[in-house]
């Protein structure tokens, strides 16, 4: 599981890659955490379907490898269980979510 310093410092990390969850309209009301892209949850399987080309262009990104870290981000943590777990079965050995997720950075970020 990913914790809120960890998050925090994905920026730093270009490497790591954060993945948020919710839906769109949901990351246009209340921001988004840093260095993170937006794969909505019913999104994510497609998305790790996709070619390397298609990938970048869609979320401008290289597409991650098996061994890329993974963190998952959502509003209270329940979808970023689930992608978490839905990445570890397609291969992803490195993916973790983030129990907070958005509920706990906007607490301790004062927003």
């Not at 262009?57 to 777990?85: H, M, Y």
Request: aromatic share 10%; glycine share 6%.
């Amino acid at each position: 599981m990913a914790t809120y310093e960890e998050v925090k410092d994905v920026p730093n990390h270009p490497e790591v890659y954060l993945i948020d969850v919710r839906n769109k309209d949901e990351v246009a009301s209340t921001g988004a955490l840093p260095a993170s892209i937006n794969i909505p949850l019913p999104e994510l399987e497609d998305a790790f379907k996709m070619s390397e080309n298609d990938f970048k262009t869609n979320f401008n990104r290289d597409k991650p490898t098996e061994e890329t870290v993974l963190i998952f981000s959502c509003l209270k943590g329940g979808r970023a269980q689930k992608a978490a777990d839905k990445a570890l079965e397609k291969g992803f050995k490195n993916a973790k979510p983030y129990p907070g997720s958005w509920t706990e950075w906007a607490q301790k970020e004062g927003l």
